[in-house]
Structure formats: C-alpha cells, structure tokens
C-alpha cells in the first residue's frame, strides 16, 4: 500500500473542511466494550464527559480557532458507522473470542450518532461538555481529544512551508525509528499502540502504527484505535478505564456502596467478558486503597494495568499483593501505560523480566513526539497533558483520585470526601508531562 506523503497532505489543506475523525471506529477499542456493557445494564444513567487541560500553561483558546473546532466536532456528529464496520466488528474475532459484541447491541449501534456538545471559552480555555445518555456521550472521549490535538498541531505548523515540513517529518520519523531499534533489541518484549487521545495527528498514528508493524515484528501485538486495527490487520486493544468506577460511585447511596463501586464495576465486567478480557485498573481511588479491600476472587484475573504510579513501584505493589493471595505472578499478566517513553519501557522491562508477564501500551510519547523536530524553535507541536472524564452522573459530582494527586479530577470537596473514605496511602505526586 502506498504510504501517504504527510508533509504534503499537511501543507495542502486548502479544502474547506478536512475531517479529522472520518469514521466511527477512529477510537479506542476499551470504548466500544464498555459501550456494550453500559448499553445493556445501565442505559437510563446520565453522565456528562468535561474537557480538563492539565498544562494550563498553554491557552488552547489562543491556539485552536472556535469556528474550526466547532467544524470538526459537527462533522463528527454527522458520522455513522458504515455496513463494513459493522460487517468486521460483528465477524470479528478479538481476545480470542468470536462475536464480542451482541447482535442487538450491534443493531443498536448502526444507528448511533454522537450527541450535541456545549462550548464556550474562559480566561484562555475552552470549556467543553458533553452532556446526555452516558451510552451516547461516553463515545465523544476520544474524537474529541483527537480533535483539539490535532487542530493544535494544524495551528502550529500553518506557517511552514513546504521544505520546512519535509523537514519536521523526517526528524520525527528519524527519532521514532530510532526507538523502535531500541525496544527491537529487548527479548520477548511485547509493544501496542495506545495513542489515539492524544495523537498529533490520524495520519502521523497511522505511520507510527505501519512502522511499529515493520519495526518489531512480532513483538508488535496491536493497537486499541479500532480503525487502524480493521485496517492493517491487527488485533484490536483494550479492556476498560477509569470511568466505570466513577460512575458507579458517582451513584452511590452510601459511604459502603461508595468503597465497594471499584469491585462493582468488576462483577459486571466479568458478567460480559471473560478470559484475556479480565484486567483490573486499580487506581482510580488509589491502589493501595483497592488491594486493601479487594475480595479475593480478583486475584483470579488475568493482571492489572497499574497507570498512574511509578511502573517499577506499582508494579512491586501489585506482585506482593498477588504473593499474598498465594498467586504466582509469573502466571499473571502487568500492562504498563502511563506516559511510557522508550527509557522507562526499557528499565520497567528489565526489572520485571522473569517475574511477570509484561505488555506495554505506548501511547502519546509513541504518536506525539516533536520536540526538537521542528526547524524553527517553537513549543506548540510538543504533547500537553489533555484529558476527557467524566464530571457528573445522574447529576452526582464524579471523582477521580489516581495514585498521583496531580492526576485528581472533581470538585475540590468530593475530592476530600473520597479520601476521607479510601485514604491517601501510596499517593505520590509527580509531574504530570502527557
């Protein structure tokens, strides 16, 4: 297949509108598993989705123009799944598993449609809400992370000519292949693609993806944009995320329904998926919290992805919490994915070979690193710490806490509320760069 000329296509955007999401599927795979679980038990619960800007330094309403913000997120409520994508989500096998997604669910879905959005702008930002049926607003995540992404990264290079395009691009490449010799030289090693949130563009995740393929090999096991997965012949990524234990807690009626919401989550993800599927993510209030109170019939899943603590530390963590429930971590599985670099893939993968079994998912330092690429010195094209959560459900102010208090999202006083209830152990505050 021909490979797209990106500084080319960068500097011929002359059109009127180029639709940045183009299909449905440009989104995480973690996405439309949990669509079907909410679908099927949870279709009358409400949750609106916030824009968070955790580098506050950068004024996204001084970089991104409104009008063409609000261009690209129409364009993306005009988008429907196509008979082909419903043809390959229902045919397809994922995890090992023939037809994941439930006939009626996928009937559901051929006619789904994103939702309205509100935005105005506030001392530099943009304030962006996605309000409604959480099993419509719960898909506007990442399109619209994508989105203002890439609209900074368009913004950011509209002065360059074409030369100087070639140039950026070739740096870029340079430097990405350059890690990928890296991580080829690491045995046994295994590498997905995680970066469609906060990509610099869809073009640019796509030739990461491609080179990754080529790259790697076999150590190359996929990726969780569904899209480039159906694309490229590779198997889809990705189980679930913060926001099933925010809701649910979100909706709690007491302090006891609020400790168990994490466990809650579980049993219904267990009810829809099995096997591979089983990971836990532990630290949406705090991992030590989470294994303190943890039934034991969770060490009989498959891992955990440990996110927001140091990778080696979490890791540990969770390695002596297995021991003690008398589980052989070296049958078990750790997924890495917090704002991994080639350095702290290579040192996790080095502390852990022989321990664990180890997968990482490489996501915005694999599909957004610029910097120093650039042939005129700027900051704009260099990766900013964006995110999507949930605020409220049904209402309910929704929190989450992290292992890393600068990662927190919610009102200041809920926030005080949870970690009254889960407690402040293991939370360690580090800077938070993607």
């Known amino acids: 297949m021909a490979r797209t000329d990106i500084a080319r296509r960068v500097y011929n955007h002359t059109w009127k509108l180029d639709p940045i999401v183009r299909s449905l599927l440009d ?13 099927g038990m949870y279709p009358k619960v409400d949750a609106t989705f916030t824009l968070i800007n955790r580098t506050t330094s950068v004024r996204l309403a ?18 429907r799944f196509t008979k082909k994508e419903m043809i390959w989500l229902g045919g397809n096998t994922f995890y090992g598993r023939k037809q994941i997604f439930e006939p009626e669910f996928l009937a559901w879905l051929e ?31 990442i399109p619209a992370l994508a989105i203002i992404n890439e609209l900074r990264s368009r913004a950011a290079m509209r002065s360059f000519g074409q030369f100087a395009l070639d ?27 995680f970066g469609t949130r906060r990509r610099h563009s869809f073009l640019w995740q796509r030739w990461c993806v491609e080179a990754l393929k080529e790259g790697i090999g076999e150590a190359f096991t996929g990726t ?16 679930n995320a913060h926001e099933l234990p925010m809701v649910f807690a979100a909706l709690a009626n007491s302090v006891e329904e609020l400790r168990q919401a994490p466990y809650k989550v579980l049993q219904d993800w267990q009810r829809y998926y099995g096997g591979n599927l089983l990971i836990v993510l532990p630290d949406t209030f705090g991992t030590s919290a989470f294994l303190r109170d943890a ?25 002596s919490w297995w021991r003690e429930k008398g589980k052989d ?11 991994l670099e080639v350095e702290t893939i290579e040192e ?42 949930v605020s409220e459900a049904n209402g309910r102010p929704a929190v989450k806490l992290s292992d890393n208090p600068a990662k927190s999202t919610g009102d200041e006083k809920e926030i005080k509320r949870y970690l009254r209830i889960f407690g402040e152990k293991g939370r360690v505050e580090q800077l938070v760069k993607v």
């Open 167 to 193: 140039v950026l691009y070739a740096r870029a490449k340079a430097k990405m292949w350059a890690k990928t010799e890296r991580l080829k030289a690491l045995p046994g090693i295994r590498i997905s693609d």
């Open 62 to 79: 001084d970089e991104i123009d409104e009008g063409e913000l609000r261009e690209q997120l129409d364009h993306a409520r005009t988008l």
């Open 348 to 389: 996790t993968y080095k502390h852990f070979r022989g321990k664990v079994r180890m997968s990482f998912g490489w996501g915005t330092n694999l599909t957004n690193d610029f910097e120093g690429c650039a042939p005129t010195e700027t900051n704009s094209l260099d990766a900013i710490s964006l995110v999507c959560k």
């Open 329 to 339: 971590p070296k049958q078990k599985l750790l997924i890495f994915s917090d704002g």
């Open 111 to 141: 006619d789904f449609r994103l939702p309205d959005y509100e935005l105005t702008k506030h001392d530099g930002q943009y304030e962006l809400s996605f309000p409604g049926p959480w099993m419509y607003t719960t898909l506007w995540e």
């Open 224 to 239: 969780s944009n569904v899209l480039l997965a159906m694309d490229n012949d590779l198997e889809a990524l990705g189980t």
């Open 27 to 39: 989104t995480d795979f973690y996405k439309l598993l949990m669509l079907q679980m909410i679908w």
């Open 295 to 319: 039934p034991d019939w969770i060490a009989d899943w498959t891992g955990f992805r440990p996110d927001s603590a140091p990778p080696i530390e979490g890791g540990e963590k969770i390695l």
